[in-house]
């Protein structure tokens, strides 16, 4: 057993928030959505069968907690939560907020071309995630 | 509160497969992929935050049972879990067998263009889903 190393290109792909009971959570790099991404720090996981019982309902609860957050912050029209991993294996959990407005809509965001934050955006999207996050851990 | 009524695009979309403790087990209706649909078969849900923490663990844990038995039957490369509602609001959540030489792979395979089930197909992908499903519950 080895332990748990981010996979590369998350950590390239996206920006840190903060870190609950089982789960990195990690914001995509990309304006047209709020959409954050939650990796269990278990080592050698790729999918959710991979995980014990008890770290999936940790995981579950995590997905609802930061959908709540996102919900609150953004007011999105739905919430989309995916485990895709057929590019990067290591398991993660998509959290978007989407909007009947939005790029995308009503497809999926994932293999989309992403739009990266501008430089004075970033603190202002990661700031009031990290809060509420914080206070709920 | 009213009673659950399964949505008439799930519905039309989709073949029963059986009914665990929480959802309503689907499969989609595209030869392309083997697609199970979990439909939490509770009035009024539309995201995984409005299922109790009851609920949520249960559902969970049906989603690792579905998953451990679509890659123990069809051996994809890849498990594909997703909780989209663009279209239809009702609460559902694909597992999808995913495989790098799908026609997909190895973008999402929502939104994309579905391929029914031949006849003479439907019995043989439902029954072992069927079997290893109702031996589980």
Chains 1, 2 share one sequence.
Request: charged share 25%; net charge negative; with cysteine.
């Amino acid at each position: 057993m080895t332990d748990f190393v981010l996979d590369p290109k998350l950590r390239a792909d996206t920006l840190e928030v903060t870190a609950l009971p089982l789960c990195q959570v990690r914001l995509m790099n990309d304006r047209r959505f709020p959409w954050v991404v939650l990796v269990p720090a278990r080592p050698d996981v790729s999918e959710i069968l991979d995980l014990s019982v008890a770290d999936r309902g940790l995981l579950i609860e995590e997905i609802a907690l930061v959908s709540i957050v996102v919900r609150e912050l953004f007011h999105p029209t739905k919430l989309n939560v995916g485990a895709l991993g057929n590019v990067v294996a290591q398991l993660h959990v998509h959290v978007v907020g989407r909007f009947a407005s939005d790029d995308a809509w009503p497809g999926p965001v994932w293999g989309t071309t992403t739009e990266p934050y501008r430089h004075d955006e970033i603190e202002r999207r990661l700031a009031p995630l990290r809060y509420r996050l914080s206070a709920s851990a």
